[in-house]
């Protein structure tokens, strides 16, 4: 499954991958280096495992019954996922670019927020957080046109980058099974938002841009 173990363990503390903690203690990570496309975890396999994104950008999807991908979330540079309230994987993580992802275990995280009520409310809040996604991207396929998904898409991945260039490691068809739209749908609604100088795009790939009106990019984000 993994391509390079970068340092198969590497002593650390919780601090480092960005969990406050009262103690601070120190935790074994594991470091794994995936290749474009390759699985991470699949679903219903056993969530022993808590992951960070090092390097690179994950996708977190389930296959629907008519062989459909539907996305559920992607995990940037910093991003902790995997953290399942239960016992296995409700996605499966794949790597969409080449990717280091830290590995720690899922056991050692329970022992610690038992003792250190600053990781336990951490990890609840993070619980929380994902929790909050998932409602807001059920209400953005239910309830917006494909414009305002793909302009609401467009503004959460600005905001999570928070750079003047926004190099998004993901394509139209990644993008188009996170919205659940069709690959040509996504490419005339950032036509559109490109024809009204909302966006301005670097290099021929389109998959570097840069917001040129951020106010205007809201207004086509209809809120719920």
Excluded: C, W
């Amino acid at each position: 499954m993994f391509v390079r173990v970068s340092d198969r363990r590497k002593p650390t503390t919780l601090g480092d991958i960005g969990l406050n903690s009262a103690s601070n203690p120190i935790v074994n990570l594991l470091e794994f280096t995936y290749r474009k496309g390759t699985e991470i975890f699949g679903e219903k396999e056993p969530a022993e495992h808590v992951y960070q994104v090092k390097r690179g950008a994950v996708r977190s999807y389930k296959l629907l019954s008519d062989g459909r991908r539907q996305i559920g979330a992607f995990h940037l540079m910093g991003d902790i996922f995997g953290l399942e309230s239960g016992e296995r994987h409700r996605f499966t993580a794949e790597a969409v670019v080449e990717t280091t992802v830290r590995m720690i275990k899922r056991e050692s995280l329970r022992v610690v927020a038992e003792s250190d009520a600053v990781v336990a409310r951490n990890l609840l809040s993070m619980t929380t957080s994902n929790l909050e996604h998932a409602e807001n991207h059920m209400l953005l396929l239910g309830r917006k046109t494909a414009l305002e998904r793909v302009a609401a898409f467009i503004a959460e991945m600005d905001e999570r980058t928070g750079a003047s260039t926004m190099s998004l490691p993901m394509n139209r068809r990644d993008i188009a099974d996170y919205l659940g739209l069709t690959l040509e749908t996504v490419s005339r609604a950032v036509s559109r938002l490109h024809h009204e100088g909302v966006l301005a795009f670097v290099g021929n790939t389109q998959r570097e841009m840069i917001v040129l009106d951020r106010q205007k990019l809201r207004s086509f984000d209809t809120p719920i």
